[in-house]
Nanobody, 116 residues
Framework: QVQVVESGGGLVPPGGSLRLSCAAS????????MRWYRQAPGKERELVAT????????SHTTSVKGRFTISRDNAKNTVYLQMNSLNPEDTAVYYC?????????WGQGTQVTVSS
């Protein structure tokens, strides 16, 4: 049974940090490109960061460059998103996505709220 489970969201003041985790099971995690997406209220889902299967290729959307870092631990079947210098515009539900050829899995999302 495939499972993709995000955790680590919460309420944080502006300037704060959070580390999101995404634990995967039921598929060969090390084959899959992993991505973090986010969706703010009333907005479309947007790609935040991508990491290749072996972790050698990483990219981040412009708005989070220098503040967010995606990483993965294939031994733990887990991908992370370290988020620093958070601002209210980062408030969204954050989703983890796994993709390999035509196979794609999504988590249920974790809420991140940046507010004083």
């Amino acid at each position: 049974q495939v499972q993709v489970v995000e955790s680590g969201g919460g309420l944080v003041p502006p300037g704060g940090s959070l580390r999101l985790s995404c634990a995967a099971s039921g598929f060969t995690f090390s084959r899959y490109t992993m991505r973090w997406y986010r969706q703010a209220p009333g907005k479309e889902r947007e790609l935040v960061a991508t990491i290749s299967a072996a972790g050698g290729t990483i990219s981040h959307t412009t708005s989070v460059k220098g503040r967010f870092t995606i990483s993965r631990d294939n031994a733990k079947n887990t991908v992370y998103l370290q988020m620093n210098s958070l601002n209210p515009e980062d408030t969204a539900v954050y989703y983890c996505n796994a993709q390999w050829i035509s196979y794609m899995y999504w988590g249920q999302g974790t809420q991140v709220t940046v507010s004083s």
